[in-house]
């Protein structure tokens, strides 16, 4: 029988946290034994993660393996929706886990919302070890730590989606085209943004994002992040990947582009108190967090102008 629900989960060198996120897909409750499929997207791995599979992949006839060669999360994402067999694809990361009704919230919420572009719901972050005291809740965000309260709502433009917790109907994604290869990581890079793309391609032909909070998932905060360094490139490469969306999105014109650069650095010299703190790293939760500021505001000058790649 065709699976109503196929869940994606794309991997890269993540083979210590692998089996956990399969594993809990393979415990989902609610559904009926052929309601689901597991795909996992194995992305130019060079660890474990091809044993990983091949063990689990005994243990759970539901599971199938895919190889995408090309790097690039993007071009995983993709390879998944291919692949896939059911008419709604849940993408979750490679170390997310998803709560047990995690399948069954889905497809109840595409079921009363058929118009609906994509659902998905809370990112819990899992710390693995100690939250560091120099990092700001401001600025801890940038784990993707995601709560849009205990009701199910459709989100307005300000709000989103994770993309490490998104399910979209196949036919709806592939009418936006895809996830955008110009976006989202590649290997080690912090490039992002391809989920944000896909959500505002989805409110341009007037789909709907929809919040439900029983749509969850925990998300690690992996320990070799949690130093001033990862954070800071997080942040920059989120500036130039905010650009990078415009650009790609609206394929913004030279005159558009200057005016948005002229914008971003007003902000940068009005807040002078930023750029000093660029000078020097400071265990001060608020300096620390004035600095992301200042890196993030020049990532985007660097996203309108310079080069993208990694």
């Known amino acids: 029988m065709t699976p109503r629900l196929s869940a994606i989960v794309c991997t890269h060198n993540r083979a210590s946290y692998l089996e956990s996120a399969i594993l809990s897909l393979t415990h989902q409750q609610g ?14 791995s060079t660890d474990r993660t091809t044993a990983v599979i091949d063990s689990l ?37 490679d170390d997310a886990t998803a709560h047990p009704h995690w399948g069954h919230r889905i497809l109840d919420t595409f079921g009363d919302e058929p118009s609906a572009g994509c659902v998905g719901g809370p990112v819990r972050a899992r710390w ?50 895809g996830f955008s290869t110009e976006l989202g990581r590649v290997g080690t890079s912090l490039r992002s943004m391809e989920d944000i793309a896909v959500q505002r391609a989805l409110r341009r032909i007037g789909r709907p994002i929809v919040y439900d909070p029983g749509i969850s998932v925990e998300h690690s905060v992996l ?58 790293r400071s265990s001060d939760p608020s300096s620390f967090e004035r600095r992301c500021t200042a890196l993030g505001r020049i990532g985007f000058l660097r996203g309108l102008f310079g080069s993208t790649g990694t």
Not at 31 to 44: C, F, G, K, Q, T
Not at 134 to 153: M, N, P, Y
């Open 128 to 177: 693995e070890t100690s939250k560091p005291s120099w990092l700001s809740d401001a600025v801890s965000e940038c784990f993707t730590d995601i709560d849009w309260g205990d009701k199910r709502i459709r989100l307005d433009e300000g709000r989103w989606l994770a993309g490490c917790n998104i399910a979209i109907r196949g036919n709806v994604l592939d009418q936006v085209g």
């Open 57 to 93: 992949s005994q243990r759970f006839p539901a599971l199938r393996a895919i190889e995408e060669s090309r790097l690039g999360l993007s071009h995983a994402r993709n390879a998944g929706r291919h692949h896939a067999r059911a008419p709604i694809l849940a993408y979750i990361d």
């Open 31 to 44: 559904l009926e034994s052929d309601d689901l499929e597991i795909v996992v997207v194995n992305n130019a």
């Open 223 to 280: 320990p070799e992040r949690l130093v001033p360094t990862w954070v800071e490139r997080r942040v920059y490469w989120n500036g130039v990947s905010s650009a990078l969306l415009e650009r790609t999105q609206s394929g913004v014109q030279p005159n558009r582009r200057r005016r948005l650069a002229w914008q971003m650095t007003t902000r940068l010299l009005s807040q002078p108190g930023d750029l000093a703190h660029l000078l020097h």
